[in-house]
């Protein structure tokens, strides 16, 4: 495919190189910067590569790529799409992944959509992920720098978007990146990763929370810590502080340390247990979305439940909607709100949002 | 494909003329108008030249003319010198606005009242009429000044500005005008009328950027913002930008001189393309089609479009546009020329096409093409 291309350029150094490699393949190559929140009038360290930042940074690049760049206020979607649904997902007792919505909702879709209006016959981005076009059938891989691979966020993306898309950075590993970003003179070569959450640059969410939810909210006040018998052991200071998995401290001396186990929005109680008590046998998986068509019951696959966990074998043992993995072996923190993503080796086939472990 | 530039409200090339005039003083007769020396002299006189070649195309007397460094500074000149005088007597000064002014009076005006004044803001209609009442009982208070732009830049309406310089005259209250989008394309005698203070910019004519000048009309007080030497008449201190004065005196010539001509060729190329776009594109709006407007100026509102992504695609299409204003750091703001004039059915994209020197018939057509075309796709991508 030639033709012109719309390619997603945060300001950091992945989508950097990216833009570099399409216009070495003879694209047409638009870049352009989602503005996706407010930034704050003063400046912090510059952690992300999201803030005013990145836009400036993307403009240097776009310039010495010659190409032509363009900002995007996408912040009505993203609020809507990304930030009220990792706020409710802490008011319910769950651990969102906003990266997940962002990649689902709006980098590519939002995108695409702006993209048709500036005559693009694709788009494309710095992700680590291999993509392969047959005829009429697209499917995404893991990124060859396993390290890096990023296709653990793009389960949501709509499987008829995927002929659309290009990542030119699949083949590559982070440090030829970087080698390419210095060989181009890229303003952006030695740029630190983002590692928070954009909209989270500090790591501590819970100023957000209380912005956006009022302060007095249940999810922010205090509620008991309770063993898995039900005794309270503790008070704890809003739940939506907690995810499962999580290390407890508590006063007063437990044999073994303690971890959370559970968060019932309904009674405000974080259950903690011995680590033991984390494990699960297999999850049930909501809002599925499938590149392809849905692997059948009794299929073995493999699933990642967290980014950086690792995948597992799993037997699919109910199709439909929540569909039921059960693991080769027990799986710790199984956490309802982040995703189950499912793989069949290399090849990304989709994923939905853990519900429940089983 | 060769780029077409149709945003000469946005800023001019300069002018060959201009370049010409301005170079001497560049290079040899670098002098600083206030040495004694023949170098000094020279630049004196070339000044007092500039001085007297804007006076002249604007229809004032030389003494009335100082040169500025630019409209936004000329325009803050005439706000804040004006409510300084009031001040100065121990008054608190309301400052009149209209609505849709430049943000170079509107936030100047802003800052008199955050500063213990009081700013009035007279709203306007999408016909252009200014909300007459407001005005009458504004003036009744005896305002430090009341300021109404000639030609607005982002919708190309244009207030009965010497109308209301009568009524404030009347009144015995002066008016300054932001005659920045007015001169070189709608005649700007300001001598024929009772317009005391008036805003003109270099770069909008074909000038240097960072040029500009403010007439102040005899007898009309204004205290300095700036404090330093006793250049042009302590109002604004600090070595006289000769070669701008120079260049700008030169636009400004020119520009009054070839205004009528050019007025009608500009309107005959804007009505063109504002009726290929009404008949391409019925559910566009013009902004202020029931208002008098100026030859060079044509924003269309174009609904369930994206602002950006249009001006994105516009430039891709090798059409150079704006939005109804400039924005920063990628946040649309909402323009306050809309809004005023149109509330909330203020929506979609805004694009504003401003035409000049370089505009042609064929240009037009291929910037019509262009719109249709991208407007086209935006339907189809906002209905699935």
């Known amino acids: ?55 400036m940074d993307a403009q240097r690049v776009a310039g010495t790529l010659g190409i032509p760049h363009y900002v995007f206020d996408v912040e009505e979607a993203f609020t809507r799409d990304v930030i009220d649904d990792f706020v409710e997902e802490y008011a319910n007792g769950r651990t969102p992944n906003p990266c997940v919505r962002c990649n689902s909702n709006t980098k590519f879709k939002d995108l695409l959509a702006r993209g048709r209006v500036l005559g693009c016959d694709g788009i494309a981005s710095g992700h680590y992920v291999r993509i392969e076009h047959g005829n009429g059938a697209s499917a995404l891989f893991r990124g060859a720098d396993h390290n890096k691979d990023q296709s653990y966020f793009l389960w949501g993306l709509p499987g008829d978007m995927l002929p659309l898309l290009r990542f030119p950075l699949g083949d590559l590993t982070k440090s030829q990146v970087r080698s390419r970003a210095h060989e181009l003179g890229l303003a952006t070569a030695d740029k630190p990763e983002s590692q928070e959450i954009c909209f989270v640059p500090t790591g501590d969410y819970r100023d957000l929370l209380e912005k956006r939810l009022a302060p007095t909210h249940p999810a922010l006040e205090p509620g008991p810590i309770v063993d898995l018998d039900g005794r309270v052991l503790g008070q ?15 006063g007063g001396g437990f044999p073994e340390p303690m971890f959370v186990v559970a968060v019932h929005a309904d009674t405000r109680e974080v259950v903690v247990g011995p680590s033991g008590a984390c494990f699960s046998d297999g999850v049930d998986v909501g809002e599925l ?70 | 494909m060769k780029p077409i530039y149709l945003d000469y409200a946005a800023t001019t090339p300069v002018r060959e003329e201009v370049r010409k005039a301005m170079e001497p003083l560049l290079s040899d007769e670098f002098g600083n108008p206030s040495s004694r020396h023949r170098w000094g002299r020279a630049a004196t006189a070339r000044l007092e030249e500039a001085r007297e070649r804007s006076a002249a195309a604007l229809g004032v007397a030389p003494p009335e003319v100082l040169f500025i460094r630019g409209g936004t500074e000329s325009d ?19 400052v009149v606005v209209s609505a849709i002014e430049h943000r170079a009076v509107l936030e100047a005006a802003e800052s008199v009242a955050r500063s213990g004044g009081e700013c009035v803001v007279v709203g306007v209609g999408r016909d252009g009429a200014l909300d007459e009442d407001a005005l009458r009982t504004a003036l009744e208070r005896q305002p430090a000044v009341v300021s109404m732009m000639w030609v607005n830049n982002e919708v ?17 209250v002066v008016f300054h005008t932001d005659a920045v989008q007015a001169v070189g394309k709608v005649p700007v005698r300001l001598g024929d009328t009772e317009i005391d203070l008036a805003t003109v910019t270099g770069h909008k004519i074909y000038g240097p950027k960072g040029t500009g000048l403010l007439v102040v009309r005899r007898g009309t007080e204004v205290a300095p913002r700036v404090f330093g030497g006793g250049q042009e008449q302590s109002l604004r201190p600090g070595t006289e930008d000769v070669a701008g004065a120079v260049g700008m005196s030169v636009a400004v010539e020119l520009a009054t001189r070839e205004a009528e001509f050019e007025a009608k060729r500009l309107t005959t190329l804007r009505r063109q393309l504002e009726e290929s776009l009404v008949a391409e594109l019925g559910s566009i709006t013009v902004h202020g089609a029931e208002a008098k407007r100026a030859p060079h100026i044509l924003s269309i509102g174009i609904p369930q479009a994206d602002q950006e992504v249009m001006l994105a695609g516009l430039d891709l299409e090798g ?8 924005c920063d750091s990628g946040a649309v703001v909402k323009s306050h020329v809309l809004l005023a004039m149109y509330g909330d059915d203020a929506r979609g994209a805004t694009v504003r096409f401003s035409l000049g020197h370089g505009t042609t018939a064929d240009h037009i057509h291929a910037a019509a093409a262009a719109t249709v075309a991208v407007v086209r796709r935006a339907e189809a991508a906002a209905s699935p």
């Open chain 1, 1 to 55: 495919m030639t033709g012109r291309i719309l390619v997603a350029m945060s300001g950091g150094v992945d989508s950097s190189v990216a833009a570099a490699l399409l216009v070495e393949q003879g694209y047409d190559v638009v870049g352009v910067t989602m503005k996706t929140f407010c930034y704050s009038e003063k400046a912090g360290p510059s952690k992300t590569c999201c803030g005013l930042d990145g836009i």
């Open chain 1, 289 to 358: 979305n499938w590149h392809g068509a849905a692997p059948g019951e009794g299929r073995e696959i493999q699933v990642q439940i967290r980014y950086r966990a690792k995948p597992v074998s799993a037997t699919v043992v109910r199709c439909g909607d929540p569909l039921r993995l059960m693991f080769a072996e027990p799986q710790r923190a199984v956490t309802p709100g982040q995703s189950a993503v499912v793989y069949e080796r290399e090849r990304l086939l989709g994923g939905g949002r853990i519900l429940v472990s089983v």
């Open chain 2, 319 to 326: 059409i150079a546009v704006s939005g109804g204003s400039a």
């Open chain 2, 76 to 94: 803050n000149l005439a706000i804040l010198g004006r409510a300084a005088v009031w001040s100065a007597r121990g008054d608190e000064p309301l």
């Open chain 1, 236 to 250: 704890h200071n809003g739940y939506a502080g907690y995810t499962i998995g999580q290390r407890k401290r508590l």
């Open chain 2, 156 to 172: 190309g309406l244009m207030l009965p500005v010497v109308e209301v310089a009568e009524m404030a005259h009347a009144a015995g």
